[in-house]
Protein backbone atom coordinates (compact mmCIF):
# COMPACT_ATOMS: atom_id res chain seq x y z
CA UNK A 1 0.00 0.00 0.00
CA UNK A 2 1.16 3.57 -0.96
CA UNK A 3 2.53 5.70 1.85
CA UNK A 4 1.18 8.95 0.59
CA UNK A 5 -1.52 10.97 2.16
CA UNK A 6 -3.86 13.31 1.49
CA UNK A 7 -6.63 15.38 4.14
CA UNK A 8 -8.72 16.06 3.86
CA UNK A 9 -10.60 13.52 1.51
CA UNK A 10 -13.74 15.66 1.14
CA UNK A 11 -14.01 19.34 1.17
CA UNK A 12 -17.41 21.43 0.54
CA UNK A 13 -16.30 25.37 1.21
CA UNK A 14 -18.01 28.79 0.11
CA UNK A 15 -16.89 30.93 -2.46
CA UNK A 16 -13.60 33.38 -1.77
CA UNK A 17 -12.59 31.38 1.25
CA UNK A 18 -8.61 30.22 1.82
CA UNK A 19 -7.78 26.72 1.67
CA UNK A 20 -5.50 24.60 1.86
CA UNK A 21 -5.18 20.75 0.61
CA UNK A 22 -2.73 18.41 2.42
CA UNK A 23 -0.57 16.12 0.58
CA UNK A 24 2.43 13.40 2.74
CA UNK A 25 4.64 10.61 1.80
CA UNK A 26 6.88 9.03 4.07
CA UNK A 27 9.00 7.50 1.03
CA UNK A 28 11.58 9.77 0.83
CA UNK A 29 10.33 10.68 -3.10
CA UNK A 30 11.97 13.38 -4.51
CA UNK A 31 9.46 14.00 -7.12
CA UNK A 32 5.96 15.34 -6.35
CA UNK A 33 3.21 16.16 -8.46
CA UNK A 34 -0.48 17.92 -8.11
CA UNK A 35 -3.07 16.92 -10.53
CA UNK A 36 -6.35 18.15 -11.15
CA UNK A 37 -9.23 15.82 -12.57
CA UNK A 38 -12.59 16.54 -13.10
CA UNK A 39 -15.19 13.27 -13.02
CA UNK A 40 -14.24 11.09 -15.79
CA UNK A 41 -12.03 12.81 -17.31
CA UNK A 42 -8.11 13.24 -17.85
CA UNK A 43 -5.50 14.18 -15.32
CA UNK A 44 -4.11 17.35 -15.59
CA UNK A 45 -0.46 18.21 -14.20
CA UNK A 46 -1.00 21.55 -12.27
CA UNK A 47 1.94 21.71 -10.06
CA UNK A 48 5.30 19.41 -9.74
CA UNK A 49 8.25 19.34 -7.37
CA UNK A 50 11.62 18.02 -7.95
CA UNK A 51 13.24 18.29 -4.39
CA UNK A 52 12.77 20.65 -1.63
CA UNK A 53 12.52 24.42 -2.54
CA UNK A 54 11.40 23.32 -6.00
CA UNK A 55 8.60 24.17 -7.66
CA UNK A 56 7.23 24.66 -11.02
CA UNK A 57 3.94 25.07 -13.05
CA UNK A 58 2.32 22.23 -14.65
CA UNK A 59 0.52 22.33 -18.00
CA UNK A 60 -2.80 23.18 -16.84
CA UNK A 61 -2.45 26.81 -15.56
CA UNK A 62 -4.09 27.13 -12.46
CA UNK A 63 -4.76 29.75 -9.88
CA UNK A 64 -3.64 27.65 -6.80
CA UNK A 65 0.33 27.77 -5.20
CA UNK A 66 2.45 25.20 -3.76
CA UNK A 67 5.28 24.87 -1.34
CA UNK A 68 8.11 21.87 -0.73
CA UNK A 69 9.79 22.92 2.41
CA UNK A 70 10.27 19.79 3.50
CA UNK A 71 11.27 16.67 1.09
CA UNK A 72 7.29 14.93 2.50
CA UNK A 73 5.05 17.52 2.69
CA UNK A 74 3.72 19.28 -0.63
CA UNK A 75 1.04 21.46 0.14
CA UNK A 76 -1.89 23.22 -2.22
CA UNK A 77 -3.45 26.37 -1.38
CA UNK A 78 -5.71 28.24 -2.87
CA UNK A 79 -6.13 31.65 -1.48
CA UNK A 80 -9.45 32.91 -2.60
CA UNK A 81 -11.81 29.46 -3.97
CA UNK A 82 -13.91 30.13 -6.69
CA UNK A 83 -16.95 27.62 -7.99
CA UNK A 84 -14.70 27.06 -11.06
CA UNK A 85 -11.95 25.30 -8.66
CA UNK A 86 -14.39 22.28 -8.01
CA UNK A 87 -12.70 19.82 -9.08
CA UNK A 88 -11.05 16.15 -7.71
CA UNK A 89 -6.77 16.64 -6.59
CA UNK A 90 -4.76 14.08 -7.00
CA UNK A 91 -1.19 14.23 -5.26
CA UNK A 92 1.11 11.58 -6.28
CA UNK A 93 5.49 10.84 -5.45
CA UNK A 94 8.13 8.78 -7.08
CA UNK A 95 11.45 8.34 -7.00
CA UNK A 96 13.75 10.79 -8.82
CA UNK A 97 16.32 9.35 -9.77
CA UNK A 98 15.01 5.84 -10.97
CA UNK A 99 12.45 6.60 -12.72
CA UNK A 100 10.07 4.44 -11.50
CA UNK A 101 6.51 4.44 -10.60
CA UNK A 102 4.11 7.13 -9.42
CA UNK A 103 2.35 6.77 -6.23
CA UNK A 104 -0.91 8.24 -5.78
CA UNK A 105 -3.13 9.56 -2.79
CA UNK A 106 -6.82 9.11 -2.32
CA UNK A 107 -7.20 12.45 -3.97
CA UNK A 108 -9.02 15.15 -2.70
CA UNK A 109 -12.49 15.90 -3.81
CA UNK A 110 -12.93 19.67 -3.68
CA UNK A 111 -16.50 21.32 -3.67
CA UNK A 112 -16.41 25.09 -3.79
CA UNK A 113 -20.81 26.85 -3.48
CA UNK B 1 -1.19 18.90 -24.13
CA UNK B 2 -1.42 15.68 -23.15
CA UNK B 3 1.79 13.55 -23.95
CA UNK B 4 0.33 10.20 -24.39
CA UNK B 5 -3.57 9.36 -25.66
CA UNK B 6 -5.51 6.38 -25.01
CA UNK B 7 -7.73 4.10 -27.33
CA UNK B 8 -10.47 3.30 -27.46
CA UNK B 9 -11.57 6.49 -24.92
CA UNK B 10 -14.44 3.83 -23.78
CA UNK B 11 -14.96 -0.16 -23.78
CA UNK B 12 -17.65 -2.12 -22.99
CA UNK B 13 -16.81 -6.65 -22.59
CA UNK B 14 -18.29 -9.47 -21.68
CA UNK B 15 -17.06 -11.18 -18.29
CA UNK B 16 -13.99 -13.77 -19.77
CA UNK B 17 -13.13 -11.84 -23.13
CA UNK B 18 -9.91 -9.87 -23.39
CA UNK B 19 -9.71 -6.30 -22.95
CA UNK B 20 -6.94 -4.33 -25.20
CA UNK B 21 -6.00 -0.65 -24.99
CA UNK B 22 -3.77 1.25 -26.89
CA UNK B 23 -1.66 3.95 -25.92
CA UNK B 24 -0.09 6.16 -28.32
CA UNK B 25 2.66 9.02 -27.27
CA UNK B 26 4.72 12.00 -28.97
CA UNK B 27 8.19 12.01 -27.55
CA UNK B 28 11.26 9.89 -26.59
CA UNK B 29 10.44 8.24 -23.10
CA UNK B 30 12.47 6.54 -20.37
CA UNK B 31 9.77 4.25 -19.53
CA UNK B 32 5.76 3.84 -20.35
CA UNK B 33 3.61 2.99 -17.22
CA UNK B 34 0.21 1.99 -16.94
CA UNK B 35 -2.44 2.82 -14.08
CA UNK B 36 -5.92 2.26 -13.17
CA UNK B 37 -8.10 4.07 -11.03
CA UNK B 38 -11.23 3.12 -9.29
CA UNK B 39 -14.67 5.62 -9.59
CA UNK B 40 -13.49 8.56 -7.36
CA UNK B 41 -10.28 7.07 -5.83
CA UNK B 42 -6.27 7.73 -6.64
CA UNK B 43 -4.59 6.17 -9.36
CA UNK B 44 -2.78 2.68 -9.22
CA UNK B 45 0.05 1.38 -10.70
CA UNK B 46 -0.26 -1.82 -12.61
CA UNK B 47 2.86 -1.59 -14.58
CA UNK B 48 6.40 -0.34 -15.92
CA UNK B 49 7.54 -1.06 -19.21
CA UNK B 50 11.50 0.56 -19.74
CA UNK B 51 12.21 2.22 -23.56
CA UNK B 52 14.37 -0.85 -23.86
CA UNK B 53 11.87 -3.72 -23.25
CA UNK B 54 9.33 -4.58 -25.65
CA UNK B 55 6.93 -6.66 -23.61
CA UNK B 56 6.49 -7.54 -20.55
CA UNK B 57 3.70 -9.33 -18.10
CA UNK B 58 2.18 -9.56 -14.94
CA UNK B 59 -0.48 -11.93 -13.84
CA UNK B 60 -3.35 -11.18 -16.37
CA UNK B 61 -1.70 -8.40 -18.04
CA UNK B 62 0.17 -7.98 -20.98
CA UNK B 63 2.14 -4.87 -21.70
CA UNK B 64 3.41 -3.70 -25.45
CA UNK B 65 6.01 -0.84 -26.23
CA UNK B 66 7.19 -0.43 -29.72
CA UNK B 67 9.30 2.46 -29.28
CA UNK B 68 9.41 3.03 -32.75
CA UNK B 69 5.82 3.71 -33.22
CA UNK B 70 5.75 5.65 -30.11
CA UNK B 71 3.01 2.99 -29.03
CA UNK B 72 1.99 1.03 -26.02
CA UNK B 73 -0.92 -1.59 -25.60
CA UNK B 74 -2.48 -2.96 -22.63
CA UNK B 75 -4.06 -6.66 -22.82
CA UNK B 76 -6.21 -8.02 -19.80
CA UNK B 77 -6.51 -11.34 -20.53
CA UNK B 78 -9.88 -13.25 -19.01
CA UNK B 79 -11.32 -9.93 -17.80
CA UNK B 80 -13.41 -10.28 -14.39
CA UNK B 81 -16.62 -7.78 -13.58
CA UNK B 82 -13.73 -6.20 -10.79
CA UNK B 83 -11.91 -4.91 -13.57
CA UNK B 84 -14.24 -2.30 -14.53
CA UNK B 85 -12.54 1.08 -13.65
CA UNK B 86 -10.67 4.02 -16.20
CA UNK B 87 -6.97 2.64 -17.26
CA UNK B 88 -4.34 5.36 -18.19
CA UNK B 89 -1.01 5.12 -19.64
CA UNK B 90 2.00 7.37 -18.65
CA UNK B 91 5.02 8.67 -20.09
CA UNK B 92 8.36 9.06 -18.65
CA UNK B 93 10.21 11.25 -20.66
CA UNK B 94 13.71 11.11 -21.31
CA UNK B 95 15.95 14.83 -20.82
CA UNK B 96 16.93 15.74 -17.51
CA UNK B 97 14.02 17.11 -15.07
CA UNK B 98 10.96 15.74 -17.06
CA UNK B 99 7.74 15.11 -15.49
CA UNK B 100 5.34 12.69 -15.93
CA UNK B 101 2.79 13.17 -17.84
CA UNK B 102 -0.70 11.11 -17.91
CA UNK B 103 -2.96 10.00 -21.37
CA UNK B 104 -6.55 11.13 -21.96
CA UNK B 105 -7.72 7.37 -20.12
CA UNK B 106 -10.05 4.38 -21.20
CA UNK B 107 -12.40 3.49 -19.56
CA UNK B 108 -13.57 -0.12 -19.37
CA UNK B 109 -16.85 -1.84 -18.40
CA UNK B 110 -16.63 -6.08 -17.95
CA UNK B 111 -20.41 -6.77 -18.08
CA UNK B 112 -20.84 -9.81 -15.65
Known amino acids: EADIYQTPRYLVIGTGKKITLECSQTMGHDKMYWYQQDPGMELHLIHY???????EKGDLSSESTVSRIRTEHFPLTLESARPSHTSQYLC????????????FGQGTRLTVV | SQQGEEDPQALSIQEGENATMNCSYK?????LQWYRQNSGRGLVHLILIRSNEREKHSGRLRVTLDTSKKSSSLLITASRAADTASYFC????????????FGTGTKLQVIP
Open chain 1, 49 to 55: SYGVNST
Open chain 2, 90 to 101: ATDPTGGYQKVT
Open chain 1, 92 to 103: ASSDGFRGSEAF
Open chain 2, 27 to 31: TSINN
